[in-house]
């Protein structure tokens, strides 16, 4: 059987390389499509790109926090973690209308930024009890 530790662990680095991928969808996207007008009709600049990421990075994300919080009780993983990803979920879905094009990429950046914090800080704190061991 598998350790929840090492699940945590591995979650993650998975968490933290998807709000990465985000973030950079997010920066990227409009200068490619100035740059590669043809990505416009690809799935990558669609609005449900965002909602597949959210889909893809809330249980990943969730596991991780819960197996990380359970171990360390750490708060401040808890509050990054939850802030990070209620925003990002909010963001994913109501954003676009609420916010308008830019407010939506400047909240999902902040919000990608914040959740992959939380989740360096679950990795560091893993790492120090080592959880490894």
Do not use: W
């Amino acid at each position: 059987m598998v350790e929840p530790t090492k699940v945590q662990r591995l979650l993650d680095r998975v968490a933290v390389s998807a709000s990465a991928l985000c973030v950079f969808h997010c920066l990227a996207t409009p200068i490619l499509l100035i740059a590669v007008p043809v990505l416009s009709s690809t799935f990558v600049a669609d609005e449900e790109f965002h909602r597949f990421l959210v889909i893809f990075l809330l249980p990943v994300s969730l596991v991780a926090l819960f197996i990380g919080c359970r171990r360390h009780r750490d708060r401040v993983v808890l509050v990054l973690g939850g802030l990070g990803l209620i925003s990002l979920v909010l963001t994913g879905y109501l954003g676009h209308e609420l916010l308008g094009e830019l407010g939506e990429k400047i909240t999902t950046v902040l919000s990608g930024v914040i959740l992959a914090i939380g989740h360096l800080r679950n990795y560091q704190l893993c790492r120090q009890d080592g959880c490894d061991a």
